[in-house]
């Protein structure tokens, strides 16, 4: 599990974004995984305060994210005081000297560094929207990751969205770093006791009877067969309750109009 | 690993996108992830027609997802053909009465329903940018499941940007299927689909109405809450025939002596 302080540790860096809506989605995803670490690398500074003029409008509530937001000429710069540095790429055509991880195997690493106290910093870092990030850039990372994608035999360069790219990413972050959490509890209620579910049985064969179902389709109602039809029919006690409801109104009626 | 076929079974629908961009980033997404088949439910066409003339703007490449994407009137007709209904919801303060799994949890099913063979179609449901999924709505689906986000003490409300829930979701399952995925058996039944769950609420519907038990009890007899009685009862499409019968003797027996 992800701590506040393990999330404050990383920072995503965009490399050259040239779209304030996509730098806006980047904030709005970091946001909705509770990052809250954006640097921008840009030989100029346009786009990005397009993005922190539009951010009311292409990144609901990431305004401080933006706001906060740390704008670098150069990847040097940036990259100052980062401890590992995780480039992403999409494989391609690239030559690189490095591996490339998927991203599911790199994440563990990332996460690794995040939570040991003490860690300045690690950086996740994206390309431009035209060309992803170049040999050059990359050249700066530790590590290099990639995210699965499906590549038909013809694709000849598969890229995805950068503000999906970085959705992504934070969703494996977070959701390896839930592996061995506890899954989300299953709703209180009482559930549905074998009682239950017999007496369901019962008032459904009963059902059968008085509507002359079991007369037309004596193979569909035996015991067992009705059994297996109302198995499935209530988890809760409540549910069963219902049910039971239903059963008693509709013999209720029958019986009254005999 | 999830073959070309597979991938084929599941559609993505999307119920009541507003905004052209967010249609058009899905379908880049489902391409990036080699998914092709794409669903709008909307009672007017806009959004989607105008998809379809910004797609080479806003996804590149997904342009012939978004030609041969269908767009229905209503949620139960673009449920039609499918079995396994997957709808994506914020957990927020949302009352549901079925349980929520977390994506990673709720993909295993989805993957083990794609990789069946035989199996008509899957469906992952997205709400619109602005509410979600609507109790209603969530009433058609036989699983819930939510995205892992970061959620502070003072978030009122976390959600997701279209595009990036879709990236999110497809990706996970691209991942998962990476993950060493079991053969799995041949099934033994056609499973049962929307259609035949969606005939039974409303054959159910009509019963209680018939019955009085709607005069009685209207809390529990309102549609979303009864279609959430009916979900669990067929698995199979001859389990939800043999409900249908009973049903349609209920009715026969209970209209004869009116």
Same mark, same amino acid.
């Given at each position: 599990m992800l701590s506040t302080a393990d999330r404050s540790r990383l920072t995503v860096i965009l490399v050259g974004a040239r779209n304030p809506s996509n730098i806006g989605a980047a904030a709005r995803a970091m946001q909705d995984f509770g990052f809250s670490s954006l640097r921008i690398v840009n030989d100029y500074s346009a786009p990005f305060e397009a993005a922190q003029l539009e951010h009311t409008k292409s990144a609901v509530g990431a305004a401080t994210i933006l706001h906060n937001a740390q704008l670098f000429a150069t990847l040097p710069d940036a990259l100052a005081d980062c401890t590992l540095v995780i480039g992403t790429t999409a494989v391609g055509d690239r030559t690189v000297t490095q591996p490339i991880l998927p991203l599911q195997q790199a994440a563990p690493h990332l996460l690794t560094t995040l939570q040991t106290?003490? !860690?300045p910093r690690a950086a996740l870092l994206f390309g431009s929207?035209? !060309?992803? &990030?170049t040999n050059e850039q990359l050249s700066y990372c530790n590590r290099l990751t990639t995210i699965p994608m499906f590549a038909p035999e013809d694709a000849r360069h598969l890229s995805m969205n950068l503000g999906q790219a970085v959705a992504v990413c934070l969703y494996e972050l977070t959701r390896s770093g839930l592996e061995g959490a506890k899954p989300i509890?299953?709703?209180t209620a009482a559930p549905a006791t074998a009682d239950d579910r017999e007496r369901l049985t019962q008032l459904l064969l009963e059902v059968m009877q008085l509507t002359e179902y079991t007369r037309r389709f004596p193979a569909n109602a035996n015991p067992p067969q009705v059994r297996s039809l109302t198995q499935? &029919?209530? !988890?809760t006690h409540n549910e069963a309750e219902t049910w039971m409801g239903i059963l008693r109104q509709i013999l209720w009626q029958a019986k009254k109009k005999k």
């Open positions: 106290p003490g !860690t929207e035209k !060309t992803g &990030l509890p299953e709703p499935p &029919l209530a !988890t």
